[in-house]
């Protein structure tokens, strides 16, 4: 969905520190290093155990060490993230309640929902994307198929008669954004996750679906189903010998969820300075970008202007695959 920025860690640590030194005032500076001198939460609009959920754990145990305050993660799951969104936006801007979210508050939600209770840009201030995870076509063992070329000329010779499952919104809005770029008609068919619709898969009730790759590794190594490309613009180092979705002749089959902090807005600015600054630094550590990865993540830090030109980016992709396929919330 987006083009995987490259910059270097070196590099955007370097932006991040240059940044923060251009903004810091004297008195800002004084609050900025008193912070934080109490607990810090960090709202998840998921339940516990889902992956964005697990991710951010694994960074508030590292910023409770850095910072030797608790760093709290409290689950706010319901309404596709909204209630987790509406309550940070209405939390005090002090730097002390951050909403750890994921790609559907932020960029699905925007164009899902006639009306949200927030508004993704005019509400928060954005401090740092942290990761990127690919998608992957997996396809039914019983198609015979090996290559995605071979998948989309399958389902162009047989229109209508296949079907490709969705275990969640973003896997839905990958599967039609294959759709349209390969110009094939088949069934979406929903699920709700995708682990429930492997079993699907590996009796050939549904042609192909496209998930995180963390669930495709998983569904992969049961032996029911092959990976035919990832959805972004490189190989997936997790998902070894599966082509980009380039390698495989589809170079608009990008397509990756992703999570990022975000602040109420009206925080100050060197509060947010340091709050990008010191979660880029936890997430870059050893121990951390190998927690990160095993996920199926990959580590994806920006500057919070960074983030805002992103998240803008994120919203008008999103539109444009939602409102051609007229995707809808049940």
């Given at each position: ?77 319901g ?11 209405n ?5 002390y ?5 994921s ?16 508004d ?81 898969l ?70 947010i ?26 580590p ?7 983030l ?23």
């Open positions: 969905m987006t083009k995987i920025m490259k910059a270097g860690r070196r590099a955007v640590l370097a932006g991040a520190a240059s940044l923060g030194a251009a903004s810091l005032g004297a008195a800002g500076s004084v609050r900025a290093q008193n912070f934080p001198s109490s607990r810090v939460t960090l709202v998840v609009p998921f339940p516990p155990g889902a992956s964005t959920d697990t991710t951010m754990r694994v960074i508030a145990d590292k910023l409770s060490q850095m910072w030797s305050q608790p760093v709290l993660v409290e689950n706010k799951g309404g596709n993230g909204i209630i987790a969104a509406e309550a940070v936006k939390a005090r801007p002090d730097g309640t951050l909403l750890a979210t790609s559907m508050t932020h960029a699905g939600n925007p164009v899902l929902y006639d009306k949200l209770p927030y993704p840009i005019a509400d928060f201030e954005p401090i740092t994307r942290m990761s990127l995870v690919p998608m992957a076509v997996l396809v039914t063992k019983k198609l015979g198929v090996k290559t995605l070329a071979e998948l989309t000329a399958k389902l162009k010779a047989e229109p209508g008669k296949h079907n490709f499952g969705s275990g969640a919104i973003s896997a839905r809005v990958a599967g039609e954004l294959y759709r349209m770029q390969a110009g094939i008609d088949a069934v979406s068919v929903s699920y709700k996750n995708n682990q429930q619709a492997a079993p699907d590996n009796n050939g009730i549904i042609t192909f679906m496209i998930c995180d790759t963390g669930s495709a590794k998983m569904i992969l190594a049961s032996g029911w189903a092959d990976a035919l490309a990832v959805t972004q613009a490189e190989p997936y180092a997790a998902l070894p010998g599966v082509p980009s979705a380039p390698q495989a002749g589809m170079p608009g089959l990008i397509f990756t969820t992703w999570s990022a902090f975000y602040a109420p807005k009206g925080t100050p600015r060197d509060i300075v340091k709050l990008n600054k010191d979660i880029i630094a936890a997430g870059t550590s050893p121990e951390i970008l190998a927690k990160l990865e095993n996920m199926g993540g990959a994806s830090f920006t500057t919070p202007e960074g805002m030109e992103f998240t803008r980016s994120e919203i008008e992709a999103w539109r444009k695959v939602v409102k051609s396929a007229n995707i809808k919330i049940e």
